[in-house]
């Protein structure tokens, strides 16, 4: 069944695909052809014939994948159905939303002059924390120091702080 | 090909109650597994890719224009599956390396029908059913399919034609090469 044996080969071939009678009439006069064109319907016909052996299967089998696509369809049914109901909630509530947010009091630009105010009171709180820092002696223990300097008359202090205001947030 | 249900939903695209599209799995199971199981030689993933089929026509009737028959949709359906499950070959290369693989090598081969043949006659036919088995497994996808639709389903080149979405055209081409490579592979058994 090799090609050397017959030269006309493919044209058995297309008589097998069909519809092609030049293939046709060579076939049904070349005794080669003839003989090979049967041999392949022969082995295609045992093949499908095989094949439709091999998938048959027990009507237990068939029972069972009946029923465990009905399950699958029943599950996709009640997801879909699920999805149905919710959707009209949903965009009820997204509908809701909006007309609530839109119905909503009219809030004034104060919100601007908050950040002002806020700008404020943080800078004087970093100078308060600079000045807490830069000076020698605790505010807790300020009255203390105030004898001390009495007692040594000492004036130093005050000038040093100055000098470090100087370069400080105050301005 | 045809049946009520068939021409029931051709003709108008009418809703179909759970008990007709139960029937239409009844009606249609055994051809749409067979057709899967020739093409994927697995049973597990025949049966998985049969029960997606039927569900994703269930969940796609709507588009079912009656063009063709239903039988030639749903094995369309299952072309489609069987496709989109052979493109996913890092899976099947992990299930082959681990052994997880259900594919069945000597496939139809042990199933040749005895009838009232000699013993003799039996074992050439099996070489030959072996030989055409392997010889289709090294085909191609497309030309594959189109050769066990026409051989094993015995369906016509437009039915073939309209389950594949291809040009009659084409699935002659594509039946040409198969042929010739089956044929090859039989010359060389012989």
Redesign the interface.
């Known amino acids: 069944?090799?090609?050397e044996q017959n030269p006309h080969?493919?044209l058995?071939?297309?008589v097998?695909?069909?519809?092609d009678l030049t293939a046709e009439h060579h076939v049904a006069h070349c005794a080669p052809c003839q003989t090979e064109r049967q041999k392949?319907e022969?082995?295609?016909?045992?093949?499908?014939?095989?094949?439709?052996?091999?998938?048959s299967?027990s009507e237990d089998f068939?029972d069972k994948?009946?029923a465990?696509?009905?399950q699958?369809?029943?599950e996709?049914?009640n997801r879909a159905r699920v999805v149905g109901a919710l959707a009209p909630a949903l965009a009820m509530l997204l509908f809701v939303g909006v007309f609530l947010v839109s119905q909503s009091p009219h809030v004034e630009p104060s919100a601007q002059t908050v950040p002002a105010v806020q700008t404020d009171s943080d800078h004087e709180l970093l100078v308060a924390v600079e000045r807490a820092v830069e000076s020698d002696t605790p505010q807790a223990l300020a009255p203390v120091a105030w004898m001390e300097e009495e007692n040594d008359g000492s004036t130093s202090l005050p000038a040093r702080s100055n000098q470090k205001e100087s370069r400080s947030h105050e301005n | 090909m045809e049946n009520a249900l068939t021409s029931a939903l051709g003709t108008a695209v009418q809703p179909v109650t759970?008990e007709e599209?139960?029937s239409i799995?009844?009606r249609h199971?055994?051809r749409v597994?067979?057709f899967l199981?020739?093409l994927l030689h697995d049973p597990d993933e025949a049966?998985n890719l049969?029960?997606e089929c039927?569900?994703r026509a269930?969940?796609n009737l709507r588009n079912f224009r009656g063009e063709s028959s239903l039988e030639t949709w749903l094995l369309r359906i299952a072309a489609n599956l069987a496709r989109d499950h052979a493109r996913n070959r890092k899976v099947s290369f992990w299930k082959r390396l681990l052994g997880m693989d259900g594919a069945d090598d000597d496939?139809?081969?042990?199933?040749?029908?005895s009838g009232q043949a000699s013993p003799e006659r039996i074992l050439l036919?099996r070489e030959?059913?072996r030989?055409?088995?392997n010889a289709?497994n090294q085909l191609p996808q497309q030309q594959r399919a189109v050769f066990?639709l026409r051989?094993?389903e015995?369906m016509e080149?437009s039915e073939i034609a309209a389950a594949l979405d291809l040009q009659v055209g084409s699935v002659?081409t594509h039946?040409?090469r198969a042929?010739?490579s089956?044929?090859s592979k039989?010359?060389?058994v012989?």
């Open positions: 069944m090799s090609s080969e493919p058995v071939e297309r097998l695909v069909g519809f392949l022969e082995a295609l016909q045992q093949f499908g014939a095989a094949n439709r052996e091999y998938a299967r068939w994948q009946a465990q696509i009905q699958k369809r029943r996709s049914s | 759970a599209f139960d799995v009844r199971q055994r597994h067979r199981l020739t049966d049969t029960q039927f569900l269930y969940q496939g139809a081969a042990q199933h040749v029908p036919a030959d059913v030989a055409v088995w289709a066990l051989f094993v015995e080149l002659k039946l040409f042929l010739q089956v044929r039989l010359g060389d012989r």
